[in-house]
């Protein structure tokens, strides 16, 4: 082969080598921890307190349709949140008290207080106590691998996590990730510790707050009984301040009074 001809052919399996490489590069330049601390900050209210209406439509194969209206009450900074149901009837004033890692289930009919979890169901909904609390994607996880995708017309960073922390509910997640400035979770797969999958969570709709971005409209499917979901959506946003003693089982019981 002409020394020529052989020179030709470096060139070019160099130019290949470095194409790779680059593309390589690009990716690498992706920071998807970065991505993740974005959505951990945009929908913790820090200094701020937050309160909202949901209204929770269960979806169930055996019960059929029931609906829930809960008085929300979060204070991130203290790791704190209230729930109040108001509707139906028959689970009025029933509530959900969190302090730091205890939570706490009140029962007007009872007048006790019993101790729950952030991993057990919200009355019997497909949605999980920890819901309710701040997401914490890049401080209780870990990133196993991503990928880019799209999703109804999105264009999205597919993030499969891995739990650093056996607080969490699902110790495996699988997120879609808008790839935008201001990075929203469209869809999430839950997974359990052997990676079966248990729930499929979508955020079809935000809502602007301030400063903060957090899901509006939220449902939830349950992978293991066929045809039971949830959907929650929040009204009556506000990030007014609320009272210290709002949280706190004084108040739970004194307005069941």
Known sequence: MKFNQRLRIISLCLIMIFSVFGAVQAKDDVDIYAILKKIDTNTNFG????????????????KGIEKMVVHQFRRDREEKF????????????????????????????????AHNSLKESFQGSDVRNSDFTQWTYSSNYEVAGYEEGSLGGHKVYIVELEAT?????????????????????????????????????????????????IPQQMIFVDELVKGSKTQVILSELSISPIPDNVFTKAYIERVNR
């Open 47 to 62: 200094e701020y307190d937050f309160s909202s209406v949901m209204t929770m439509v269960v979806e169930d194969p055996e």
């Open 165 to 213: 922390s056996n607080s969490v509910t699902y110790p495996y997640i699988k997120l879609w990730i808008t790839q935008t400035e201001t990075p929203l979770v469209l869809m999430a797969e839950e997974y359990s510790l052997t990676k079966r999958l248990m729930r499929t969570s979508l955020f079809p709709k935000y809502a602007t707050i301030g400063s903060f971005i």
């Open 82 to 113: 209230l729930l109040l149901i108001q509707e139906p009837s028959v689970q009025k004033g029933q509530g959900y008290l969190l302090e730091g890692d205890n939570l706490w289930f009140y029962d007007p009919s009872s007048r006790q207080f």
